[in-house]
Antibody
Framework: QVQLQESGPGLVKPSETLSLTCTVS????????WSWIRQPPGKGLEWVGY???????NYNPSLKSRVTISVDKSRNQFSLNLNSVTAADTAVYYC????????WGQGILVTVSS | ETVMTQSPATLYVSPGERATLSCRAS??????LAWYQQRPGQAPRLLIY???TRATGIPARFSGSGSGTEFTLTISSLQSEDFAVYSC?????????FGQGTKLEIK
């Protein structure tokens, strides 16, 4: 059974960097694409970006200058870094598998506030 | 960017009845269209991909149709657990984009 689990701080100060990790079990990170998707409170879903195990990435153009997604094959994990955060980055962040998002983590609420 | 527009925003249907949800793309996405269900406080769940293929474990009462720019999700006989938010998503063009969602409420 494929499982994804997000981890990281739930509170980040404005202008600082949001860092999250997704740990994958039941599947190898060296297959498929792996993505981050976020959902601001009460709003719709937004694709942040994805990474392939080889390191190929693609980012949402609206976030491209601030976002980095990386992969750690040895730990079967992938990570999200989003810098210079503002209140607009407050959201539930999900990690998912594939472009059709067939498996999701439970999500982690990240609040940007001082 | 491909804009996905869902209608209606809220749909009121009685249990046991049929629900029909619509999704329109601002440009053709072929059949690279997925539907998700999201219950309160939960992560979305994949229902349909390829516009019409049910994901593993999804009941047969869920069906999808359409191609190009017009898509439909039909739930043939609503069960209590089906009242949730449904979102469509295109994966034909990067940036993958979602519709704003249709909330299915009990009538």
């Amino acid at each position: 059974q494929v499982q994804l689990q997000e981890s990281g701080p739930g509170l980040v100060k404005p202008s600082e960097t949001l860092s999250l990790t997704c740990t994958v079990s039941g599947d190898s990170i060296s297959s498929y694409y792996w993505s981050w998707i976020r959902q601001p409170p009460g709003k719709g879903l937004e694709w942040v970006g994805y990474i392939y195990y080889s390191g190929i990435t693609n980012y949402n153009p609206s976030l491209k200058s601030r976002v980095t997604i990386s992969v750690d094959k040895s730990r079967n994990q992938f990570s999200l870094n989003l810098n210079s955060v503002t209140a607009a980055d407050t959201a539930v962040y999900y990690c998912t598998r594939r472009s059709i998002a067939d498996y999701w983590g439970q999500g982690i609420l990240v609040t940007v506030s001082s | 960017e491909t804009v996905m527009t869902q209608s209606p925003a809220t749909l009121y249907v009685s249990p046991g009845e049929r629900a029909t949800l619509s999704c329109r793309a601002s440009q053709s996405v072929s059949t690279n269209l997925a539907w998700y269900q999201q219950r309160p406080g939960q992560a979305p769940r994949l229902l349909i991909y390829g516009a019409s293929t049910r994901a593993t474990g999804i009941p047969a009462r869920f069906s999808g149709s359409g191609s190009g720019t017009e898509f439909t999700l039909t739930i043939s006989s609503l069960q209590s657990e089906d009242f949730a938010v449904y979102s469509c998503q295109q994966y034909n063009n990067w940036l993958y984009t979602f519709g704003q969602g249709t909330k299915l409420e009990i009538k």
